[in-house]
């Protein structure tokens, strides 16, 4: 699955709103369960450029049906992890900041 889409973050991670929400256009490329997405360099998409790809697994996606400024928008909330402990996350994001 890929094309072209217009893309706005709503949340920079839990309860906080993006600072930056324009809406940018990109090509999205779905292999396996990471969602790349590229930059079109040219009218034709030829030429694209890779611009970031995020991990769509365990992920929730919904037609907002009710969008005000725009039609066929939907929703992609990506999950980032949870665990019991803050010592357990705390070694997570170290281990994860660092591979
Ligand atoms: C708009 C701007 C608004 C945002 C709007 C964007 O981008 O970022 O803050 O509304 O989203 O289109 P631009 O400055 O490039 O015009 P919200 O703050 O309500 O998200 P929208 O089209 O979904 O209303």
Redesign the pocket.
């Known amino acids: 699955m890929e094309g072209l889409l217009l893309r706005?973050y709503?949340l920079e991670a839990h309860k906080k709103?993006?600072t930056?929400?324009?809406?940018k256009t990109f090509y999205a490329v779905l292999r396996g369960s990471e969602l790349y997405f590229y930059k079109p360099l040219s009218v034709s998409l030829k030429e694209q450029k890779f611009v970031e790809k995020v991990h769509i697994r365990h992920s929730f996606t919904e037609f907002l049906q009710e969008?005000?400024?725009?039609t066929n928008?939907f929703a992609l909330t990506l999950i980032n992890g949870a665990t019991e402990s803050e010592h357990s996350m705390k070694s997570w994001i170290n281990y994860l900041n660092y591979m």
Do not use: F, G, L, P
């Open positions: 706005k709503v709103r993006a930056n929400r324009s809406w969008y005000k400024n725009k928008v």
